[in-house]
């Protein structure tokens, strides 16, 4: 289920959502929804856990800073919790971020490093994409 003419996005990936207390929005997602945690890893270089939910062929990616020096804590300070970022699959994330770059668009990441799952990922800047932090992610 993919190329549905987003062009170099080829499906939703997750969306991120900052949370203060990780176990009790699992709790609260398998309470109303009958959601199962798919996958749950600590993401060592941007100092949050995680866990995502599966939703068809996306997630719903629950993400909570484990020290204050997280930018996602300091995201929180200042937004509190709630949705942070959406992720879009590519195919090439390298490809795709260069593109963007040459067109002029702002970045957070140069080049892109690895993200959860073992996935290749990128983030543009929301300053670029109309206040959305957008996430490239390559499987």
Known sequence: MSGGGGGKLTEIDHVGIAVRDLDAVIDWYKQMFGAEVAHRERIESDGVDEALIKVADSYIQLLTPYTDTSPLAKYMEKNGEGVHHVGYRVADCAEVLDHIKAEGARVVDEHPRTGS???????????????????????
């Not at 290749?120 to 390559?138: C, R």
């Open 117 to 139: 799952r073992g996935t290749t990922v990128a983030f543009l800047h929301p300053k670029t994409a109309f206040g959305t932090l957008i996430e490239l992610v390559q499987e």
